[in-house]
């Protein structure tokens, strides 16, 4: 109590005390030195840019954490063994009543916060890199989880790929993530990387691929009876001829004669008289197993059309073209098989000329 | 057997220390139950709102608004019921037994009458608009999981304000000591807060 | 602030009013009202549930023996970690903690004749069995399966069982916020004259802290809980992505209790350990204001970081930022807290009894525990470590080296009070080194396999992890005898330990001040108090105790009701 503390002994800090702290300080010293010299990637490559980043913030945060453990255990310790009560001692001896030391544990409140300050902006620093500033604009993959293994989308590529992940060195990838069923997570090791995959939601993660090799994705979220076996998939890092070659060969594979698209029934789809709540039913039977209505981040396979024809964030179709209801009634006419997938046209979805209006006027109505 | 009066004396000092004390920290106890309680009906306001702000329009295509003029009408009525229970403790307070009664009693009459709108308001939506509680998606959800709630809580606090009436008419309640009737106002204005903010988020905006 | 002659005087209040004895068994010892008694029925009961959990736990390590399971299947494997997290929280540490050592201990520390609400407190304690039965009597149709946490959709598909827990864990939730206003109202209402909140010791602090979390929190979880029930059984879309729910609003209302529950789950721990540092070193607790104030930093800091479970989950960024920044903020509050513990140390007369070694080595473990949470605060590190044994290991070092080791402590040092007989001194030093060394021999290399590629909640994992779980098994094994050891010193001394007395550890706090065990009316006399209880160099800071040792009567109960 302070009330009582003008009264508190003077503390003397023996030799004894100087010398243990000189030790702790040489200790954390070598433990500083460790973490700054500990060969991480020897146990663990370090597969992508980031994940050298956060090996260094990995580094700092040990470094610090043992000079901090080596002194709170020492003085514990010492104190322990320095302050034990002693057979000599009479019963009803007591301590040095010291309640407190009001420059000590201002000191103590200082140098934390300095430390935390010090730490979050190390941290906030490789966040920024990782989740904000990272552009990732080179190749967008997708992964999709499945009870029990991971499939891949690539653009151009159709349908999905099944067997590994590979990843050219040197190309910003953003990687965007979700689910068919349940929540899994993406977590590749070597990459020091998650994202969880959850179903109705678009995860994303971006990152640029460094050193070539083979390494593992592991399910982190548990998934049901085979989570435990969700870990035999790799991500392959390699060279860019080796990556172009393993792409053609799947462009190749997944082609199908289909992907020749009919071509569409000549001249514009007549927009007037266009039934909002008649296109509301056919969005539900024709269209809703591809797209939700919210908002565009809200993917099923498609985007989430909501915002369609009045988001500023997206003022363009996925052909291009400036989102008007002229040019959706044009893309339902037509379809779309590109880079970002394949939409059916109007012959595959079996829409008649009235449908797209509707639609269109459906679509018009959601603000 | 009826009593017309409330009773004045109290027995001697002593225990009417105890009293306060005591009525002190059923008052503070009571209060805490209340916040916890409306800590439950955030934590499904919060969800509510999130599922709104994350996904489809609302009311979802098709179903239309909600009866605005007729949740308003009925909520009157239940801020109505807030006005009489506060005059109700009021007179019991001054000690006029009569108009407190009536004024419980019309309180109670206005909850069951807020009940029974939500009732009508229910039935219209599930049979008219054929919004249902699972099948309607988010907003069935949280429509009649938050008024239900909000429901059920009118219903005890009907309940609640009739024993009280019911044990005021006994003598159970002195014109000291009368904290089951304080706590009975506190949950029947609790009641009427939520009903503020879930009008606010259903209906207003 | 009164003496106690003038309380006397006026007589009559709360503090003064004493309830009649209980005269029959089942009053006095099952349908009691008297905290003592409840807290005890707390105390064994949570240890029950202790066992129980822990022989789940067993049947994990035995299933981590091999890299390909064996041991049980993964259906079963996912049941057992998930009934093991679930009761090891709820129907374990939350329970001790308050319902337990709360109940017992504070009210005699402020010098109350028992809580603001004994009724209600009754209560509170019967919801708890029932509720840790129907926990584990899921098993019988299929136990829930994904992990105390329960994410959907895998909730959503999860066997009956999952149900149940929703319902357990709901009436349990109940138990604790009730207990949680019960005692916020006792500290704020019902301290002996002269206590005001600089003079409370600090488990009573402690406790105050606590009690707004277990009173908030919890009906938050209810809330949670009641949704994820609605939607099982009744079809009502909350967290079905294809009805327009969101499984990451589960998580959000989860979490939003979750993470205060950790804090509820420390802090009374926190407090028992602020108790046995001053008795065993004869000297004040360092920092009293800090490390008081601190304890309600954390608590009130602790509503607002739970998102930091979520940072794989798709935060917005801008919404990882403050929850990043804030989890660090935390270690402040919760490092002057450790440093204080390990200042007063210097300078004391310190006597290694079990309670005193418990407590030492809950600063190294928990210390630890609170470094690695550091670690994950870091978002860019939680990308890497999430979901992974690190986590595992972090949390069992907090719980286990923390909330464990502190409620292993506090046994130790109320036994004597609960029971008049003292443990085994020779037991108990043995049952600490096992305990210490077999925790850190289980939990340690769990950090370099979650790190290195293990994930958590696997029944089989990849052969090279085989050498470090075989390891953690087998020193799993040492911590289970050291626990053992544990209970056989409790019931042992429980018939044939040496007589306590008052005050064996010659402590300053109240409850020390009475007979062992006390009588059921706490005190002849509601003490005044002066002074707070830590200076040794100083007579007690209390008047009005002369009577409590000696063989006059107790106070007859007050003759009137209340209305």
Known sequence: ?367 | MAVASIAQHDEHQGVDRLYAETRDLRLQGFLLFLVSDIVLFSSFIFAYLYLRNSGQGFPPPGIGRLDVAFAAYNSMVLFGSGCTMHYALENWKHGNFNKYAGCLIATIVLGLMFLGGQGYEYHSLIVNDHVTWSGSGIFGASFFTLTGMHGFHVFVGVCYLSILLLQSVHGVYTKQKFFGLTAGTLYWHFVDVIWVVLFSIFYLI | MQTHEQAELHGGGVADHIHPEPQTFVRKYIFSIDHKIIGLQYIITGFVFFILAGLLAEVIRAQMMHATGGVVDSNTYDEIYSVHGSAMVWLVVIPLLTGGFGNFVFPLQIGARDVAFPWLNMLSFWIFPPAGLMLFASFLMGAPQAGWTEYPPMSLQGQAGTSMWCAAIFLVGVSSTLTGINFLVTILKMRAPGMTFTRMPLFVWAQFATAPLLMIATTALAGALAALFMERQFGVPFFDPTKGGSPVLWQHMFWFYSHPAVYIMILPAFGMISEIFPTFTRKPIFGYKMIAFSSVAIALLGFMVWAHHMFTSGLAPWLQLPFMLLTMVIAIPTGIKIFSWVTTLWGGKIQFTTAMLFAIGFIATFTFGGITGVFLSAVPFDLHAHGTYFIVAHLHYVLVGGSLMGILAGMHYWFPKMSGRMLSEKVGRWTFWLFFIGFNGTFLPMHWQGLMGMPRRVAQYDPQFQGVNQFESYASVVMTIALLLFFYNVLWSLRHGKKAGPNPWGARTLEWQIPSPPHYYNFKHVPTVFAAPYDFAEPLPYTGLEDELTDSPGPQPASSSSS
């Open chain 1, 1 to 367: 109590m302070s009330e009582n503390s003008s009264k508190d002994p003077v503390v003397h800090l023996d030799r004894n005390f100087w010398i243990v702290t000189a030790v702790l300080a040489i200790l954390s010293i070598a433990g500083i030195v460790f973490w700054i010299v500990a060969p991480i990637t020897k146990f663990l490559p370090a597969a992508v840019v980031e994940a050298d980043e956060i090996d260094q913030l990995f580094r700092f945060l040990s470094a610090s954490s043992t000079a901090l453990f080596v002194f709170v255990i020492g003085y514990l310790l010492y104190f322990s063994i320095a302050f034990r009560r002693r057979s000599t001692d009479a019963p009803d001896a007591i301590g040095i009543q010291i309640h407190d030391n009001h420059k000590l544990e201002m000191w103590w409140t200082i140098l934390p916060t300095i430390f935390v300050v010090v730490m979050a902006i190390f941290s906030v620093r490789i966040w920024y890199g990782i989740e904000v500033n990272n552009p990732g604009n080179g190749l967008s993959v997708e992964s999709i989880g499945h009870q029990w293994n991971y499939t891949f989308r690539y653009p151009g590529v159709r349908g999905e790929i099944t067997d590994a992940m590979h990843l050219p060195v040197g190309v910003p990838v953003t990687l965007q993530v979700t689910s068919t069923d349940v929540i899994h997570s993406f977590w590749v090791p070597a990459m020091r990387l998650k994202a969880d995959m959850i179903p109705g939601t678009l995860n994303t993660i971006r990152f640029t691929p460094k050193y070539p090799g083979t390494y593992q994705i592991i399910c982190t979220e548990f998934c049901g009876v085979n989570h435990s076996v969700m870990d035999k998939q790799k991500v392959v890092i390699e060279s860019r001829p080796a990556f172009d070659a393993w792409y053609d060969g799947w462009v190749a594979k997944n082609k199908n004669a289909s992907d020749e698209l009919p071509k569409a029934s000549a001249g514009a789809v007549a927009l007037s008289g266009g039934d909002a709540a008649a296109g509301q039913k056919k969005f539900a039977l024709t269209c809703s197993s591809c797209h939700a209505v919210g908002p565009f981040s809200q993917k099923i396979v498609g985007p989430g059309l909501k915002g369609v024809l009045h988001d500023p964030a997206h003022p363009s179709l996925v052909n291009g073209d400036p989102a008007t209801p002229d040019n959706v009634a044009k893309l339902l006419q037509n379809g779309y098989s590109g880079s970002l997938g394949q939409m059916p046209n109007q012959t595959s979805n079996g829409l008649t000329n009235k449908d797209i209006a509707n639609l269109v006027a459906y679509l018009d109505s959601l603000k």
